[in-house]
């Protein structure tokens, strides 16, 4: 499994961690029962703390991305439905910017309505 952490990037290296194992399950590059790296082997491969890569599993935990079983290992979920867990981290993600900014939850919700409805030429993808 090849991830990348690019060390000028404004994107926090657990966040790249976790972005790129949910490519590699989206790319069929991980399937569901794969077993990921170890904290300290995915750490010493790419240069990164062991505690960053741990940072990255736990919220990859959080989404239901992986499963955790002690000695066994983290591996890619069974019912991993990456787009649906993709979403939520996005969303887990927008919702800590958002706090960051002080933005109130309810103009925050409002700027994704309108960018989901395609007001302020904001989104338009093909479904």
Same mark, same amino acid.
């Given at each position: 499994?090849?991830?990348?952490?690019?060390?000028?990037?404004?994107?926090?290296?657990?966040?790249?961690i976790r972005?790129?194992?949910?490519?590699?399950?989206?790319?069929g590059?991980?399937?569901?029962?794969?077993?990921?790296?170890?904290?300290?082997?995915l750490a010493?491969?790419?240069?990164?703390? @062991?505690?960053?890569?741990a940072? @990255?599993?736990?919220?990859?935990?959080?989404d239901?991305i992986v499963?955790?079983?002690g000695?066994r290992g983290?591996r890619?979920?069974?019912?991993?439905d990456?787009?649906h867990?993709a979403?939520? @981290?996005? @969303?887990?993600t927008?919702?800590?910017?958002?706090?960051?900014?002080?933005?109130?939850?309810?103009?925050?919700l409002a700027?994704?309505?309108?960018a989901l409805d395609?007001?302020?030429g904001?989104?338009?993808?093909?479904?």
């Amino acid at each position: 499994m090849v991830v990348n952490v690019d060390r000028d990037s404004d994107i926090p290296p657990f966040e790249q961690i976790r972005a790129g194992i949910v490519l590699a399950i989206d790319a069929g590059e991980l399937a569901p029962g794969d077993r990921l790296p170890t904290v300290r082997g995915l750490a010493e491969e790419i240069g990164v703390a @062991a505690n960053t890569v741990a940072k @990255a599993y736990r919220e990859l935990e959080l989404d239901g991305i992986v499963e955790t079983h002690g000695r066994r290992g983290t591996r890619v979920a069974r019912d991993a439905d990456t787009a649906h867990r993709a979403a939520v @981290a996005a @969303a887990r993600t927008y919702a800590e910017r958002i706090l960051d900014l002080g933005i109130d939850p309810d103009t925050a919700l409002a700027l994704v309505r309108r960018a989901l409805d395609g007001g302020g030429g904001a989104l338009t993808r093909s479904r």
